[in-house]
T-cell receptor, first 115, second 113 residues
């Protein structure tokens, strides 16, 4: 089955600094990749997704991610962190075509933004 | 907007009780999922369903069962609750074939005492 590894369970940046959250995936077929954000006591909200086409994907709140097949990576970036970006971020992978309709998530990265 | 509604935000149950967690989605999605979320472990898939009355085990199905009698409703059942099932439970739904993102409910924080 497909799987996701997120490097770094906690990342701390200063306000205005670059945000880089790392995600590597394992999949036997071309993957669909997703980044979600979770604010305290809430469900997950989609930030962006890659299915096919352009490998650089732009999402909400100024985030973007690049699908690199050769590196099996889908790292999330934002040029300038804002205090409101403090949350937990999850990378996820889904396989298609295939027999699986399930989506698998990484362990999450908690982002802290310092003033 | 897609809406996934979980019946309870907070639940406290006793060890050995049978517990039902209910989830309803309003977008006619084929797929529905139950995950549990624990600190440092992320979201772990318990069960998913790709059609009415169809279900597949995820990574941690032990101690759980599910029911999907109608397309919009997916229930998670803890047959005999134990303290190690204290967790946040998240329900999600998506269109078929994994092409689209999953939409999540607000979560149910279950405490088993």
């Amino acid at each position: 089955a497909q799987s996701v590894t997120q490097l770094g369970s906690h990342v701390s940046v200063s306000e205005g600094a670059l945000v880089l959250l790392r995600c590597n995936y394992s999949s036997s077929v071309p993957p669909y990749l997703f980044w979600y954000v979770q604010y305290p006591n809430q469900g997950l909200q989609l930030l962006l997704k890659y299915t096919t086409g352009a490998t650089l994907v732009k999402g909400i709140n100024g985030f973007e991610a690049e699908f690199k097949k050769s590196e099996t990576s889908f790292h999330l970036t934002k040029p300038s962190a804002h205090m409101s970006d403090a949350a937990e971020y999850f990378c996820a992978v889904s396989e298609f075509p295939g027999n699986n309709n399930d989506m698998r998530f990484g362990a999450g990265t908690r982002l802290t933004v310092k003033p | 907007d897609v809406k996934v509604t979980q019946s309870s935000r907070y639940l406290v149950k006793r060890t050995g009780e049978k517990v039902f967690l209910e989830c309803v989605q309003d977008m006619d999605h084929e797929n529905m999922f139950w995950y549990r979320q624990d600190p440092g472990l992320g979201l772990r898939l318990i069960y998913f369903s790709y059609d009415v009355k169809m279900k597949e085990k995820g990574d941690i199905p032990e101690g759980y069962s599910v029911s999907r009698e109608k397309k919009e409703r997916f229930s998670l059942i803890l047959e005999s609750a134990s303290t190690n099932q204290t967790s946040m439970y998240l329900c999600a739904s998506s269109l078929g074939q994994g092409r689209t993102e999953a939409f999540f409910g607000q979560g149910t924080r279950l405490t088993v005492v």
